[in-house]
């Protein structure tokens, strides 16, 4: 009995010593972005490189918001954050949908749904742009949004998880004469928390990054986004590397504190208080 | 009589649900889909982008010629390769990470999720200048510290066969944080009264984890399993940023194959047929999938 | 309840119509009557060519001008989309070596019409090679705008301990100078060669008196001048000189004097003033050392008008300010580019500047990437085989071989 308390007493710091060795291997390169952004351009490429700056310079930093409209583009960037937010609704009720009720030739449209994340993106681009373009939609921001609004990764995971939730419980909800949207709405969603977490910071991640559709679209850089603007300081040669780290540590942020936000949800879990 | 009627309500309730995002999937990906399976059929070329009448129906004339492109074969077994050892790594790993953060709530675990996760959203820029550096023959890090070693250099990306071994290492490091944080949740779903029961009945760790644990998460599992096999099969992104396809196209995967016909050559009409052979492979690897898991039983 | 949720719905959907609504609305046609072209331009030079626009809207009141600006990576992916859909700019720019594809398609407007009209269009005004790239099937589709060529970068701090006063003038001497400076060690290098570089090889090919003989649609890749030239090419590999691994980033390489010379652009002034100030004096250029010629690439950028713009003087007013010698001046200054004008080359900013002057020496000698709309596959199989023959230790004849005979299919097609 003592050994196995030995075990336990040491089992904790064991695990996160092997956690700390492998987050500060891991996160290497993103610490060598967030540094080299606060580089002078002629140090960036230096070898062996330099974890931390020899003259700290926010240089860049304000480089950066000379040179990019920064207002327009993080407007148009927080419009395409908003709309996935309401795709990520769509998906879930998908999911839902997918996941707890009958009806004839539900699995074979499920696949279908699946079959579209197997096709490389680039193959549907031309198609998917003449189509909008015959709806009259391009260089509208609804043509940047619309056909990302229904994501078959998002709906497989929904559709996962919701599988897991009981029957009875909506059944029974079902019995005390609850509507389907109140049961969508007012039991699913508090249950799948943890997964919403989890959609919420893909979608966010997805959506703050668009770049490519937004640029196809668009025939004004008023409908660019920032991903977009910041990938006009790439040259055809010459790449300004401190530049372009300091654009992609500045786009990470939002997303650390969006992930730090949703990421409790994850670890509080399912309320399951009630339940079998 | 009212079985009836309550079959009628799920399919109607069930329709109303899944709707919306299926309607915006038929119009953006399903159409577009069936249109690229035709122009895998034509020539279609810059030329005939520009002016519809330029194009003409060849047939099966660019599937003959794929099975002729040497290429073309170099880079199906590259993806094989790829897949067969990359996404049982990734599964692996990221499953690994997700119960060691799970063990624990303290202030430490929540800072390592977010660590772990990195990865994931490093800029793609930072990711090729990074790593360059690491797998440098002469100058890298990795070979300095097996020189510390005595040990021998090794070409880490300028040798075929370990330039796709490099990649792998690449592509799970950055694979890890999304299927990390699905597990996680998947972790969180498990009621604390099934723990209980099992130590009640007397399990120990290892009984727990392989009994109760692992079984749980299946659904969580199949998913990653799906979703990481078909993403590997469309591996693309590694090749393109560390090595665009070399040496002696060593690394090139199908879809940069594609890529590289469609946005580089205009060669369309090749480019669709070439992946609608990807497409064809994905779909037998996934239907394979649910086959197998249709065994398992309903919740 | 129920009524509960399909109220947020309504107001969900109210409030999407009313953001997209007031997002859509881009009407492009100006109220007081005046025309508006848009532009296409790439990367910083798109952001920077308002500058110049804004100058010209002063000079044209009644036309606007509206910049959009596409990072290079993805310009191609747009042009695309462009071209399918029908709805381009009025003008667009495109790199050299793209022109002959768009322009095959059926993608850039003739010019040819409007010559007269545009004393600033005779082909007459620009560099040889600039010229070249203006015509594709006996139709003018574009007016350079601005020129690049590569040249031979180099140290003359170490070229001088090696004993060497001068820059290598002829192939003999560049060779010679290379394995002098190669033989200061194990890992050293005498001259780096970019095995990614397109036009690379065919610059020594052009070197060596190779033609491409357009009018019988030979491309002359079984040529005893192009072999000559691409063993030439291998033996930098086969020798030592020139690395064959991908080696370190090449401004370290040169600032250590691992690597003492390397050919390339115009854009790399700039990138050792910024990377590598220390370097500064310790380096020079040079026109490319001489076989049968001492001929160089020409590219750059081609300004071109869509084919279906519906503002065609306006745009030929705008592409005939764009490449006035004054404007180019200008545009020298604001994106640090050379000017495709030779007249432009008079003025004090380049004749004065040494290293400016060099360019503009070897400007004079160069010859365009050939105008095929197969180029990029071509040079993307030249590149594969000499990789094949340099890193996988091929047979330079059968690989070559099999290239021209890959090649001969390719524009058959």
Known sequence: MQS????????????????????????VPFLWMISSSFKEESEVLNIPPQLFPSNPTFENYINLFQSLNFGVYLKNTLIIVLFSFLGLLLNAMAGYGFAKFNFKGKQKLFYIVLATMMIPAQ????????????????????????????????????????????????????????????????????????????????????????????????????????????????????????????????????????????????????????LK | MKGILKSVSQAKHGLMFIAPAVLILFVFSIVPIIIAFFISFTDLNLKGLADWSNISFIGFENYVELFSDELFHKSIYNTIFYVLIGVPLVIFFSLGIALLLNYGTSKLFTVFRAVYYMPSITNIIAVAVVWGYLYNTEYGLFNYLLSLLSADKIPWLTDPTIAKLSLIILAVWKGIGINMIIFLAALQGIPQSYYEAAKIDGANRFQTLFYVTIPLLRYATFFVTVTTLIGWMQFFEEPFVMTDGGPLDGTISIALFIYKNGFQFSEFGYAAAGSFILFIFIIVTTLVQFKVRKSDTEY | MRKKSSIILGVCLLAISMVLGACSNSDNSSSDGSKEITVWAMGEEG?????????????????????????????HDKLLTAVASQKGPDIVQLGTTWVPEFADAGALLDLSPHLEDYPEFKPDNYFEGAAESMTFNDEVIGVPWYVETRVLYYRTDLLKEAGYEEPPATWDELKEAATTLSDRGDDYYGLDIDQNDQITPFIFAWQNGYEIDAENNNLNF???????????????????ISQT?????????????????????????????????????????????????????????????????????????????????????????????????????????????????????????????????????????????????????????????????????????
């Not at chain 1, 007493?9 to 060795?21: G, M, Q, T, W, Y």
């Not at chain 1, 990054?209 to 603007?229: H, K, Q, R």
């Not at chain 3, 192009?226 to 086969?238: G, K, Q, T, V």
């Open chain 1, 4 to 27: 196995k308390s030995f075990l336990q007493k040491i089992e904790r710091p064991f695990v996160a010593l092997f956690l700390i060795v492998g987050g500060v291997l891991v996160s």
């Open chain 1, 123 to 274: 193959v549907t681009m031309i198609p998917v742009y003449l189509l909008l373009n015959e709806m009259g939609l391009t260089n509208t921001m609804t043509g940047i949004v619309l056909p990302g609004l229904a994501v078959a990764f998002s709906i497989f995971l929904f559709r996962q998880f919701m599988t897991t939730i009981p029957n009875d419980l909506i059944e029974a909800a079902r019995l005390d004469g609850a509507g389907e949207f109140y049961i969508f709405f007012k039991l699913i969603i508090p249950i799948a928390k943890p997964i919403f977490a989890v959609q919420g910071i893909l979608t966010f991640i997805g959506a703050w990054n668009s770049f490519l559709w937004p640029l196809i679209i668009a025939n004004d850089e008023s409908l660019y986004t920032l991903s977009v603007g910041l990938s006009l300081l790439q040259g055809q040669y010459a790449n300004n590397y401190a530049l372009q780290m300091a654009g992609a540590a500045f786009m990470v942020i939002p997303i650390v504190i969006i992930f730090s936000f949703f990421q409790k949800y994850i670890v509080e879990g399912f309320t399951m208080s009630g």
């Open chain 3, 47 to 75: 952001k920077k060519l308002s500058e110049l626009s804004k100058k010209f809207e002063e000079e044209h009141p009644d036309i606007k001008v509206n910049v959009q600006a596409i990072p290079w990576e993805n310009a």
């Open chain 3, 222 to 240: 079984d040529s005893p001048e192009f072999r000559e030239a691409m063993n030439y090419y291998h033996s930098y590999f086969e020798e030592g």
């Open chain 3, 245 to 413: 691994t991908e080696g370190v980033d090449m401004v370290q390489a040169f600032k250590d004097g691992v690597k003492p010379m390397f050919f390339s652009g115009p854009w790399m002034i700039n990138i050792l003033n910024d990377q590598a100030p220390d370097l500064e004096g310790k380096w020079d250029v040079a026109v490319m050392p001489e076989k049968e010629t001492n001929k160089s690439s020409i590219g750059g950028s081609n300004l071109s008008i869509f084919h279906n713009s519906e503002n065609v003087d306006e745009s030929l007013e705008f592409l005939s300010y764009m490449n006035e010698v004054e404007t180019q001046l200008e545009w020298l200054e604001i994106s640090n580019t050379l000017p495709s004008r030779v007249k432009a080359w008079e003025d004090p900013a380049l004749s004065e500047n040494k290293m400016l002057a060099t360019f503009g020496e070897q400007l004079e000698n160069t010859k365009a990437a050939p105008q095929l709309k197969e180029f990029e596959k071509i040079a993307q199989e030249l590149l594969a085989s000499i990789e094949r023959i340099n890193v996988g230790g091929a047979d330079l004849d059968k690989e070559l071989d099999d290239f021209s005979k890959k090649a001969n299919e390719i524009i058959e097609d």
